[in-house]
């Protein structure tokens, strides 16, 4: 690195953060040309102070919104009291935050990690741990599914585009259509020792599993006796209404009162922003991994547990599920009007909770720029009207929002939509 290049005159202007990330930082996002500050609740505001409904929710982490004054204390008094210890020792936070989560899916153990895909990670050494007696490894995951960027993360996940240029990849793993449990059940080999599915599918454009799918998986994985392994980075902690999106789907199926998977993966909104992954390993394998198998300096530390646990008592607090719920189902009715008046523009809408995409039709092709997907194309447009969202995939725009978001934000953001819609000429 040349040092003149970062050397600046006192009264030189303030840093552009668009042309020193392009020069210092390595290039492996595609970044919209937005540079924030500062936000307050459902807001962010840019370097000009220009005001932004976020409704992306920093690809569904900041469950509480921005600068919510209750973890900034938390924050503050953590860091003044303790930050860090490292795992040789306890620490109340890290205890009374795995307490937490276990009263709430059911009886088991949990592991702290930083992200969700080092939650993966740990999910990945169970299975290879428990099938490791009887020679078993191998994985079953999805056809589109999304499960993180380390290596053992982009082989689990079932898209092309995430692995290329980084063979030879991990062994043992394979992908099979979402949703279809006979396929499950015809890709089993001699060496399957788990199945790996997301509660909802995000990153591929919101596909939710259905009950038989997840009823059929658990009976599966009993017959074959196999792990069944949830990835909740994404859609869990509340967003779909219930703290885990399987607990939603399943809530009136006559079998789902007694289901649990054998391991679920966390991160995202478990820190509201704050790095923070985990694992919940049901009772009867939750000390496979034993001491020395396993670990991560920064797993768990008691300011990253302090905020989860501050998150989970507002969320119950404010009732925070019970709002995702209704508002979820206000805002899919609201998403399925426009569907029905602009077919030109929107087909479908899907999801749960505050975990919503909306389908946009394949002709919006035409409109966009060459190498813009029609997804990008809406997420650009949102942007000139102050509404962040997420794409995902080609033709999927999906709303991620904080959880406490209020009726009138959405009004607010179906207001700015609706000039989109308008603003197209089909
Ligand atoms: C379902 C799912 N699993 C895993 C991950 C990876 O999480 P992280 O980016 O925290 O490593 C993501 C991130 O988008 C995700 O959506």
Not at 94 to 112: E, H, M, S, W, Y
Not at 408 to 413: A, L, N, P, R, S
Request: aromatic share 8%.
């Amino acid at each position: 690195m040349k040092s003149e290049q970062i050397i600046r005159a006192p009264d030189a202007l303030p840093p552009d953060a668009v042309s020193l990330t392009e020069q210092f930082v390595v290039p492996t996002y595609g970044r919209f040309p937005l540079t924030f500050t500062r936000g307050e609740g459902i807001r962010l505001f840019d370097n000009q102070e220009r005001s932004f409904l976020d409704f992306g929710g920093g690809i569904a982490v900041s469950c509480l919104g921005h600068a919510h004054p209750e973890l900034t204390e938390t924050i503050h008094r953590q860091a003044g009291l303790l930050t860090h210890v490292s795992n040789l020792y306890y620490t109340e936070p890290q205890a009374l935050l795995a307490q937490n989560i276990v009263t709430r899916i059911g009886p088991g153990k949990c592991f702290f990690s930083n992200s969700g895909a080092e939650a993966n990670e740990a999910l990945f050494k169970l299975a290879r741990k428990f099938g490791n007696a009887d020679g078993r490894f191998e994985i079953l995951t999805t056809v589109n599914s999304f499960h993180g960027r380390t290596l053992a993360g982009i082989s689990a996940t079932g898209q092309d585009k995430v692995k290329l240029g980084f063979g030879p990849l991990l062994d043992g793993f394979r992908h099979v259509e979402y949703n279809d449990l006979e396929a499950m059940r015809e890709a089993l080999s001699p060496t399957t020792i788990a199945v790996l599915v997301e509660g909802i599918q995000g990153e591929s454009g919101i596909h939710c599993a259905t009950v038989d799918y997840l009823i059929g998986l658990r009976k599966l994985c009993d017959e074959n006796n196999l792990l069944m392994l949830i990835d909740g980075v994404q859609c869990g902690h509340f967003r779909t209404g219930c703290f885990q999106s399987f607990q939603r789907i399943l809530e009136n199926s006559k079998q789902g009162g007694s289901f649990l998977p054998d391991g679920i993966s966390m991160a995202k909104s478990l820190g509201g922003g704050f790095p923070i992954g985990g694992v919940w390993i049901r009772e009867p394998y939750a000390d496979i991994l034993g001491p020395g198998s396993h670990g991560t300096t920064f797993g768990g530390t008691p300011l990253a547990c302090s905020v989860a646990l501050k998150i989970m008592e507002i969320i119950e607090r404010d009732q925070l599920a019970d709002h995702a719920r209704s508002l979820g189902i206000w805002l899919c009715e609201q998403f399925q009007k426009r569907v029905d008046q602009f077919p030109g523009f929107l087909t479908e809408v899907r999801g749960l909770g505050l975990m919503l995409g909306l389908v946009l039709n394949d002709s919006l092709e035409t409109h966009s720029n060459s190498g813009t997907t029609p997804a990008l194309m809406v997420v650009q447009k949102l942007h000139e009207e102050g509404v962040l969202t997420i794409p995902a995939g080609r033709n999927v725009v999906r709303f991620l929002p904080a959880l406490n978001v209020s009726k009138e934000e959405c009004q607010d953001m179906l207001n700015k939509l609706d000039k989109v819609i308008k603003g197209f000429k089909p």
